[in-house]
């Protein structure tokens, strides 16, 4: 059972209901409805302007095809990457941690 649900890779998990999430994932997903959310759906792995991020960890790669983890998103989003803007002068390191705990939680 445990392998049919892994293997269907568009049977992801659902994401942390809001009303579960906790303070940091909290300030995580504020930060993300102001910056993120104008280009990006959370709650779907459909397109608007970039990539649906919906389960984002739980699949191994990322839509660019690198390796799903932190190394690399905190990459994309602090350098930027193709028509993505870099939000390393938007985000202090602390806003950084808030929105890499909220989008665990898709
Ligand atoms: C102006 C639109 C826009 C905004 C705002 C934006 N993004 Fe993106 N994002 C994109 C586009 C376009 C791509 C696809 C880039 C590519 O690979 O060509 C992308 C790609 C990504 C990826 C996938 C990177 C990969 O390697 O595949 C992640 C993760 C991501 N964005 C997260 C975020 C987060 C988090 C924020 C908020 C801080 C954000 N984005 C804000 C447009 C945006």
Redesign the pocket.
Same mark, same amino acid.
């Given at each position: 059972m445990a392998m049919v649900v892994l293997t269907g890779c568009h049977h992801l998990p659902p994401s942390k209901p809001l009303s579960e999430l906790t303070p940091t994932e909290m300030r995580g997903y504020a +930060?993300?409805q102001s910056?993120?959310a104008?280009?990006?759906y959370a709650n779907t792995e459909q397109p608007l302007?970039?990539?649906g !991020?919906q389960g984002?960890f739980k699949k191994p790669y990322?839509?660019?095809g690198?390796p799903a983890n932190d190394d690399?998103?905190l990459s994309? +989003?602090v350098h930027g990457?193709?028509?993505?803007?870099a939000?390393g002068n938007v985000?202090d390191e602390r806003q950084l941690q808030d !929105?890499m705990a909220y989008?665990h939680t898709l």
């Open positions: +930060i993300y910056q993120c104008s280009c990006h302007h970039g990539p !991020l984002m990322l839509p660019s690198a690399r998103v994309a +989003i990457r193709n028509m993505m803007p939000f985000l !929105l989008l």
